[in-house]
Structures are given as structure tokens and as C-alpha cells.
């Protein structure tokens, strides 16, 4: 399978509650980054997971957690849920953990609407 | 001050028409330039990148980097209607792995 896969597509929450969001990565790729995309924004880099560990991470709070899992898939947590996390969740994958631009792709992303 | 500016927009223009996208930046570390195209209910696909300064030109589109002045372009030639969507600025330092700072976005409507 190629390409990166996120799910669900569309999810709609209370605010306080907790959501998890999925990706599955590119065939070869190790490397996962998670972005928030505010609405009429560009998007912000929450994290990035390199085998399983946490690799960097933009100014989000902790309520932002993620996994990473033996076969590169990744989660995307986040606890507490507040009205301005409504957003669209971009997961992008690629092969290694430094520079490759060219192999960095997106999801269609995860549109969540906290209400 | 964000680290990546870029006009939002809306721009507006009939086909065939030559268009040019900027972004400004602050951090005389980034070394990556990046131009993605978005469009509506997708995740952002890759346009073309440069590596520090100088032109790269790839069919109807040029980037331009000018490190000096910390601005980058993109220009459209001959622009179609398919070239209708939102075009992201993004940037990243060489050492900071995978991590891309983004512009704000500017969304385009080619005219037929």
C-alpha cells in the first residue's frame, strides 16, 4: 500500500473529552510527524516520532501526546479537548529522520471540530 | 513575530495570467525552501524545494530564494485553472530532522 492513511476523516467531540487520531505510514518510511492546520492557517508541527521515541516537538502542551508503533504506524492523543483544537490533524511520513523533503508526504489529515 | 509570513490572500487571476507567491522569513537558519500546493480537503503536496539560495525552475513554476533579504518566491506562468488552490511557504534548519515551519498560506483562483 502506498501513500499515508489517516483515520477517521472527520470526528466531532465535547470539549474535556480525549481523541485519538491514526496514521498509518508510507511502505519504507520510519519517520512520522503530526501538524495541527487551524483553519486559514498554515500548518503547526505538534511532534515528530523516529522509531517509537519522541524526536522533536513544536510549543504544544503535553495534553498532546503520540505513540509510535513497531511497524511506524502512529497515534495522535490529546486529553482535555478545548474549542480552539478544532483543527485539521496532518500525520506526513518519510524514509528518514533528517532532510529528505523529497520523500516527505502528507495525509489527507483529520478534521476535528471540539464543540 | 512568527517565523514564516506570508500574505494570505485571496488572489484572483484570469488564465494565462503570471503569478508570484512570497513568503518572508526570520531565522537565518533555515536552509530548506519549500513550496506545497493544498488543495481543499487534502493534505499539502510537495511543488518544489531549493536547498539555501538561487533559482529552481520546474515546467511553469520558478523558485527564487533570496537569503540576503530573507524572501522567497514562487512565480506561475501561464497559469491554468487546475492551478487553483492554496500554496504554502515551509521551511526547515538542516539539524532539526523533518521539522517544517509553514506560512500562513495564500489561497489562488486561476479565472478561465
Known amino acids: 500500500e502506498t501513500g499515508v492513511t489517516q483515520s477517521p476523516t472527520h470526528l466531532i467531540k465535547t470539549r474535556g473529552q480525549q481523541v485519538t487520531l491514526r496514521c498509518s505510514s508510507q511502505?519504507?518510511?520510519?519517520?512520522v510527524s503530526w501538524y495541527q492546520q487551524a483553519l486559514g492557517q498554515g500548518p503547526q508541527f505538534i511532534f515528530q516520532?523516529?522509531?517509537?521515541?519522541?524526536?522533536g516537538r513544536g510549543n504544544f502542551p503535553p495534553r498532546f501526546s503520540g505513540l509510535q508503533f513497531p511497524n511506524y504506524s502512529s497515534e495522535l492523543n490529546v486529553n482535555a479537548l478545548e474549542l480552539d483544537d478544532s483543527a485539521l490533524y496532518l500525520c506526513?511520513?518519510?524514509?528518514?529522520?533528517?532532510?529528505?523533503?523529497?520523500?516527505?508526504?502528507f495525509g489527507s489529515g483529520t478534521r476535528l471540530t471540539v464543540v | 513575530q512568527k517565523e514564516v509570513e506570508q500574505d494570505p490572500g485571496p488572489l484572483s487571476v484570469p488564465e494565462g495570467a503570471i503569478v508570484s507567491l512570497n513568503c518572508t522569513y526570520s531565522?537565518?537558519?533555515?536552509?530548506?525552501f519549500m513550496w506545497y500546493r493544498q488543495y481543499s480537503r487534502k493534505g499539502p503536496e510537495l511543488l518544489m524545494y531549493?536547498?539555501?539560495?538561487g533559482n529552481k525552475e520546474d515546467g511553469r513554476f520558478t523558485a527564487q530564494v533570496d537569503k540576503s533579504s530573507k524572501y522567497i518566491s514562487l512565480f506561475i506562468r501561464d497559469s491554468q485553472p487546475s492551478d487553483s488552490a492554496t500554496y504554502l511557504c515551509?521551511?526547515?534548519?538542516?539539524?532539526?530532522?523533518?521539522?517544517?515551519?509553514f506560512g500562513t498560506g495564500t489561497s489562488l483562483t486561476v479565472i478561465p
Open positions: 531549493t536547498y539555501s539560495s
Open positions: 531565522n537565518s537558519a533555515f536552509q530548506y
Open positions: 511502505s519504507g518510511h520510519n519517520t
Open positions: 516520532y523516529y522509531r517509537e521515541e519522541e524526536n
Open positions: 515551509a521551511m526547515s534548519r538542516v539539524n532539526t530532522g523533518n521539522q517544517f515551519y
Open positions: 506526513a511520513s518519510s524514509p528518514s529522520i533528517t532532510g529528505d523533503v523529497n520523500g516527505y508526504t
